[in-house]
C-alpha cells in the first residue's frame, strides 16, 4: 500500500512539473534591431568625429556576434578588431572594459582575463541595457586612449535611449 501511495505521489509531482519545464524550455529575450544598432554606431561616430578622432565603431548583439562596424576613413587598420573586441568582451562580462581594466591588473585575482582569446582590456567597450535585460555592447577604437573611446561609446548609447525602451 506504501509504494502504491508514493507511486502515485510521485506520479501527480512528475505530472504537475511538465508544464512549468515546458515553459521553462524556451527563453525570450530582447534583441536590438540592425536599424538601432547602425544608429548607435553612427552616433558614436559622429561623436568621435567632432572631438576630431577617427575610429571604428563595432556593435555586438547580446551573444557577441557583430551586428554593426563602422570605421571612419583614416582610422588605423587595427581599430576594427579592436572595436569589435571591446565590445565582444564587455557583453562577454556584461561589464565595461574600462572596469575589467582596473580589476584585471597583473597581480590581481582576475588578472588572468588578459590572457583569454579575443578579449580586449582596453577602455571604450560599455555594454547596453534596456529595462534589465543586456542587449548588445559597443566597442570604439581609434581616440587617444580608452577613456575617449569610452566617451564616444557613452554618447552613442544617449543618442538612442530613448528608442531602447522597445
Known amino acids: ?34 536599424e538601432l544598432a547602425l544608429d548607435l ?4 561616430l559622429d561623436s568621435c568625429r ?4 577617427q ?11 557583430t ?8 582610422a588605423g587598420p587595427h581599430t576594427p578588431l579592436t572595436a569589435s573586441g571591446k565590445a565582444w568582451t564587455a ?7 574600462t572596469e575589467l581594466n582596473a580589476i584585471s591588473q597583473p597581480g590581481m585575482m ?11 582590456i582596453i577602455g571604450g567597450g560599455l555594454i547596453v541595457e534596456t529595462g534589465g535585460s543586456l542587449v548588445g555592447a559597443v566597442g570604439v577604437s581609434g581616440a587617444p586612449g580608452g577613456d575617449a573611446d569610452e566617451a564616444c561609446a557613452k554618447a552613442g548609447i544617449e543618442a538612442i535611449r530613448d528608442k531602447l525602451e522597445f
Do not use: H
Open 67 to 74: 551586428q554593426v562596424m563602422l570605421r571612419d576613413r583614416f
Open 50 to 53: 567632432s572631438r576630431g578622432y
Open 55 to 65: 575610429v571604428a565603431v563595432a556593435v555586438v548583439d547580446r551573444s557577441g556576434v
Open 91 to 97: 557583453v562577454s562580462f556584461k561589464t565595461s572594459t
Open 110 to 120: 582576475q588578472a588572468g582575463i588578459r590572457d583569454l582569446p579575443g578579449a580586449v
Open 1 to 34: 500500500m506504501n509504494v502504491r501511495c508514493w507511486s502515485v505521489a510521485t506520479a501527480l509531482l512528475i505530472a504537475s512539473i511538465g508544464p512549468m519545464r515546458a515553459e521553462e524550455a524556451l527563453v525570450a529575450y530582447k534583441s536590438l534591431s540592425p
Open 41 to 44: 554606431a553612427r552616433a558614436a
